[in-house]
């Protein structure tokens, strides 16, 4: 294994990085890394082979989510010193609506300011009349090829490990410094070569796009995503996704089968809001990583995004932007060695697995209370109850505001849940359920 002061481990001036997949961790990795080249002095040729064209309308040339920007992603783009064209945001979050049977309950932004926003992650849905548009992945690709990024559009297909990195595509073979693998969940990995990575677990989910024919629809559905628990079975939560003249319906659940989205579209709560005859006008069953890759780095090699590791259900973009930014700051600070990746990078990607098991018990605890009738109700009571209050003092919907967007750790968001402002809040809730 090379020491830490092995000076082939440093990037020097001009050195070549491979980035393999142009998706929102490929490119935020190049956009910091050219970042904090500029801030040392240091350039670099950054090369970044993305397989597919992002223009293109449809699945085949989208990364397939609901496209919902946190407010970490939002004050992150500003950090790299980007502002998202007004064109590519389609909607501005305001609220969240909660089905629960015949129950429904709205929570609130804890702050106006902590921006929620809704982009296309390709060129639209594949059945719209539309010309194709530039979404949120080909925006950050082009941002990277304007600030020095050389963009490939192949495939990689494999890479060898000898004494650099060596690349492979259909046309071409390229010797780097640094390979970082960026190519997502649904995606096989290229052929490598003397090299021992292991992709995440990754479980396939549902989404299609409905385009709102209503004016009634439009306006239900505009600025709020509505999330519902009950139907089909094995669902974690669907959610209907305001984009614009559309809406993007998105199922996340275990062993989804075929027919769950007809069934969800067939629910008299969710008709209401998009109609019950509402175009389907796209749709794709894509993957989610729901565990860390094993060995995602090594000299000379860092997989980011969710080829190494993303927060459970919620804020994918945020994870690739927090790994993407992390990896850059220590290939360009510390070096490329496996050593400097686990002292500097690791424990990035660390964090976020072990928030994940904090994840799956706050979902657990979503399925848990759903299944109890007087806890649902008293809920909605103590969510409304609370409406009236001042902002701060909102505790309930803080946390489930935090929940929904991603705007909190899982931990925090245990904490928040259990803060004795919220449990007296739920308890006389509960009371008054048992009372009335
Ligand atoms: C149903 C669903 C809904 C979601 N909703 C949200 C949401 O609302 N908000 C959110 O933040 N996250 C959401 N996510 C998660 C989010 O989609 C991912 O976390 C995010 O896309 C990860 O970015 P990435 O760059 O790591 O991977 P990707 O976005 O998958 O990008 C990988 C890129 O690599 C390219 N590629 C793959 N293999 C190769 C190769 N061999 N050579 C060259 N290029 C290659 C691909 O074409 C692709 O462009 C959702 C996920 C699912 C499944």
């Known amino acids: 294994m090379d020491s830490p002061s092995d000076p082939s481990l440093r990037l020097a001036p001009h050195a070549r990085i491979a980035v393999v997949g142009g998706g929102p961790a490929g490119s935020l990795f190049a956009l910091s ?23 293109t309308a449809g699945p085949s040339g989208c990364n397939m989510c609901a496209g919902i920007l946190s407010h970490r992603v939002v004050k992150g783009l500003a950090q790299l010193d980007l502002a998202l064209p007004e064109d590519l945001i389609l909607s501005r979050v305001r609220a969240y609506r909660l089905y629960w049977q015949a129950n429904s309950f709205t929570i609130w932004p804890p702050d106006p300011a902590r921006q929620v926003l809704s982009v296309y992650r390709g060129g639209g849905p594949r059945k719209s009349a539309r010309a194709s548009i530039v979404g949120f992945d080909q925006y950050l690709l082009n941002e990277a090829r304007t600030r020095g990024a050389r963009v490939v559009a192949e495939r990689v297909q494999r890479v060898s490990f000898d004494s650099w990195p060596r690349v492979y595509t259909a046309t071409l073979q390229e010797n780097f410094d640094l390979v970082v693998l960026a190519i997502g969940a649904n995606a096989t990995p290229p052929l490598f070569e003397r090299l021992a990575y292991d992709p995440p677990i990754a479980e396939r989910m549902a989404q299609d796009e409905l385009l709102l024919a209503s004016e009634q629809s439009r306006a239900q559905m505009n600025g709020t995503v509505h999330v519902y628990f009950d139907e089909p079975s094995d669902l974690i939560f669907g959610a209907l996704v305001p984009k614009g003249d559309f809406a993007n319906v998105s199922l996340l659940g275990r062993h989804l089968r075929r027919n769950s989205l007809a ?35 090594a000299d000379r090699f860092v997989a980011i995004g969710d080829s190494c590791v993303t927060r459970l259900y919620k804020d994918g973009i945020g994870s690739a932007l927090a790994t993407a930014r992390a990896a850059a700051e220590t290939a360009l600070v510390h070096g490329i060695g496996r050593q400097h990746f686990a002292a500097h990078y690791a424990p990035v990607c660390r964090a976020i697995a072990a928030d994940n098991r904090f994840g799956r018990l706050v979902f ?6 759903k299944r109890n009738a007087v806890f649902m109700r008293a809920l909605g009571r103590a969510l409304e109850t609370e409406a009236a209050a001042p902002p701060p003092s909102r505790v309930l919907s803080q946390t489930f505001w935090a929940l929904f967007t991603g705007d909190a750790s899982y931990a925090d968001i245990l904490r928040m849940l259990f803060k004795p402002k919220a449990i007296a809040r739920l308890g006389k809730a509960v009371a008054q359920e048992f009372g009335s």
């Open 263 to 297: 069934e969800f579209l067939r629910l008299p709560q969710v008709a209401a809001i998009v109609g019950d005859q509402a175009p389907q006008v796209c749709g794709c069953r894509p993957c989610v990583a729901v565990s860390p890759a094993r060995d995602y780095y």
């Open 364 to 369: 657990a605890l979503v399925a848990h209370s």
């Open 33 to 55: 890394a050219l970042q904090f080249a500029a801030q040392l002095d240091r350039p670099l040729d950054i090369t970044i082979f993305e397989r597919k064209d992002l223009r």
